[in-house]
């Protein structure tokens, strides 16, 4: 993967770093709206900036986007195995503390497989993964079968570049768009079950303190965005 990343100057220029180009890059899908709404507001967007006011986190109630990386890739062992594709990756101050943050985008669709339907394939080294993931996160890997595998590895990203970083926090943050039809927030509820694993009650438009993990203190959020796009 490089090390050079090249400035975003127009939504359009998120596109060539889709995995699926063709695929993903359509009106009303969460690639393509992601990209307008933070391109757009050129910072965090209001909603975003919203729930951190909301949340009465010190951190959290002046905090300043640094740098932003769209379709940021974070290796996870074993080598040479796929890497997990942020949605954006963010480098954040709050109170004179650095804070990484992982963006990941929804429009009415779900955090992908369980870890049990994952581990059913049998890849090569899911094993090794599984087993990191977990000791990273503190989480037995015996319990979480239910647990969709998508939020597993985004919030692990946030924590290995916080480590990178030698940031003091992380946070994982999901940015849900509305849905023509009414289908808001899919996915909340398997959210909301991998918060428990924390001890922690997910709610819609809120910012909620996890546990410190290893010196990093971890968040979670979830954003509620209405965009006037239709959906499909």
Same mark, same amino acid.
Not at 1 to 8: H, I, Y
Not at 111 to 134: N, P, Q, S, V, Y
Not at 171 to 191: C, I, P, Q, T, W
């Given at each position: 993967?490089? &090390?050079?990343?090249?400035?975003?100057?127009?939504?359009?220029?998120?596109?060539?770093?889709?995995? /699926?180009?063709?695929?993903?890059? $359509?009106? #009303?899908?969460?690639?393509?709206?992601?990209? %307008?709404?933070?391109?757009? =507001?050129?910072?965090?967007?209001?909603?975003?900036?919203?729930?951190? &006011?909301?949340?009465?986190?010190?951190?959290?109630?002046?905090?300043?986007?640094?740098?932003?990386?769209? /379709?940021?890739?974070?290796?996870?062992?074993?080598?040479?195995? &796929?890497?997990?594709?942020? %949605?954006?990756?963010?480098?954040? /101050?709050?109170?004179?503390?650095?804070?990484?943050?992982?963006?990941?985008?929804?429009? +009415?669709?779900?955090?992908?497989?369980?870890? +049990? *339907?994952?581990?059913?394939?049998? #890849?090569?080294?899911?094993?090794?993964? !599984?087993?990191? !993931?977990?000791?990273?996160?503190?989480?037995?890997? *015996?319990?979480?079968?239910?647990?969709?595998?998508?939020?597993?590895? @985004?919030? =692990?990203? +946030?924590?290995? *570049?916080?480590?990178?970083?030698?940031? *003091?926090?992380?946070?994982?943050?999901?940015?849900?768009?509305?849905?023509?039809?009414?289908?808001?927030?899919? #996915?909340? +509820?398997?959210?909301? $079950?991998?918060?428990?694993?924390?001890?922690?009650?997910?709610?819609?438009?809120?910012?909620?303190?996890?546990?410190?993990?290893? #010196?990093?203190?971890?968040?979670?959020?979830?954003?509620?965005?209405?965009?006037?796009?239709?959906? @499909?």
């Amino acid at each position: 993967m490089s &090390r050079f990343f090249v400035p975003a100057t127009s939504p359009e220029d998120w596109k060539s770093l889709l995995a /699926e180009p063709d695929k993903h890059w $359509r009106e #009303g899908y969460s690639a393509k709206l992601l990209a %307008d709404c933070w391109q757009g =507001a050129n910072d965090f967007p209001a909603s975003v900036k919203r729930i951190f &006011r909301n949340s009465e986190i010190r951190l959290f109630r002046d905090v300043k986007l640094l740098l932003a990386f769209p /379709e940021y890739k974070v290796a996870l062992p074993p080598r040479g195995g &796929r890497p997990s594709q942020n %949605d954006i990756f963010i480098l954040a /101050e709050g109170n004179n503390e650095l804070v990484s943050i992982t963006v990941e985008g929804k429009v +009415a669709e779900s955090f992908d497989r369980t870890i +049990a *339907e994952w581990k059913a394939d049998d #890849g090569k080294g899911k094993e090794t993964r !599984l087993t990191f !993931l977990c000791a990273l996160l503190q989480l037995d890997k *015996e319990q979480i079968g239910h647990i969709r595998y998508q939020l597993l590895h @985004r919030t =692990a990203s +946030a924590i290995i *570049e916080g480590k990178r970083f030698k940031a *003091e926090n992380a946070l994982m943050l999901v940015h849900s768009f509305g849905h023509k039809r009414g289908e808001d927030n899919e #996915g909340f +509820a398997d959210y909301c $079950r991998f918060l428990e694993l924390f001890g922690v009650r997910g709610k819609i438009d809120s910012l909620k303190f996890a546990k410190n993990l290893d #010196g990093i203190d971890l968040f979670f959020g979830w954003v509620k965005e209405n965009p006037t796009v239709a959906v @499909r």
